[in-house]
T-cell receptor, first 119, second 109 residues
Framework: EAGVAQSPRYKIIEKRQSVAFWCNPISGHATLYWYQQILGQGPKLLIQ????????DSQLPKDRFSAERLKGVDSTLKIQPAKLEDSAVYLC?????????????????FGPGTRLTVL | GQNIDQPTEMTATEGAIVQINCTYQTSGFNGLFWYQQHAGEAPTFLSY??LDGLEEKGRFSSFLSRSKGYSYLLLKELQMKDSASYLCAVRDSNYQLIWGAGTKLIIKP
């Protein structure tokens, strides 16, 4: 079974530029997550989708970050404009989820991440 | 607020046993996860505990005490490839995962 796919793996941009990340979850997984992980810290949830609806985006800096999951499968995360403090690894994860609720375990599986450097 | 505490770094010797502790204070509890993360790679799932007690999976075991807000990950017969960060995460009453900062485990020959 194919895992979570992400691209690009690495991206270097200058501050105030724009960048977009792509994620393809494990087939059949209804729930998709975008995390930001700064070196030496645990992942920080940016946004969670259940199919193509947003479940939680309370920690997404909406003035510069946006995300969409059209058709409930692939997702893109965009930063516009980027700041120096956005330098981090952006992780996409997916889980089975359950329509109308969550299974108790609902393990999240992660993609390889995109390492973003903002200069 | 919600909080997960883990030691920042631990060192152990190849072939030995190490215990990585995790204490948590969260709004509700719906399971605790341990993930392994090698440098520059994504976290990979290791174990899940929702009931008190020990879950054993090969060289790795995970223990949970809900009344104490405490878990540990036990790694036996340490190998060099076990050098990684170990992340503890708790699912709260809103089914959101609250993550610890991770414990960097260094294995020495």
């Amino acid at each position: 079974e194919a895992g979570v796919a992400q691209s690009p793996r690495y991206k270097i941009i200058e501050k105030r530029q724009s960048v977009a990340f792509w994620c393809n979850p494990i087939s059949g997984h209804a729930t998709l997550y975008w995390y930001q992980q700064i070196l030496g810290q645990g992942p920080k949830l940016l946004i969670q989708f259940q199919n193509n609806g947003v479940v939680d985006d309370s920690q997404l800096p909406k003035d510069r970050f946006s995300a969409e999951r059209l058709k409930g499968v692939d997702s893109t995360l965009k930063i516009q404009p980027a700041k120096l403090e956005d330098s981090a690894v952006y992780l996409c994860a997916s889980s089975l989820g359950v329509a109308g609720g969550l299974s108790q375990r609902d393990t999240q599986y992660f993609g390889p991440g995109t390492r973003l450097t903002v200069l | 607020g919600q909080n997960i505490d883990q030691p920042t770094e631990m060192t152990a010797t190849e072939g030995a046993i190490v215990q990585i502790n995790c204490t948590y204070q969260t709004s509700g509890f719906n399971g605790l996860f341990w993930y392994q993360q090698h440098a520059g790679e994504a976290p990979t799932f290791l174990s899940y505990n929702v009931l008190d007690g020990l879950e054993e999976k090969g060289r790795f075991s995970s223990f949970l005490s809900r009344s104490k807000g405490y878990s540990y990950l036990l790694l036996k017969e340490l190998q060099m490839k076990d050098s990684a960060s170990y992340l503890c995460a708790v699912r709260d009453s809103n089914y959101q995962l609250i993550w610890g900062a991770g414990t960097k485990l260094i294995i020495k020959p």
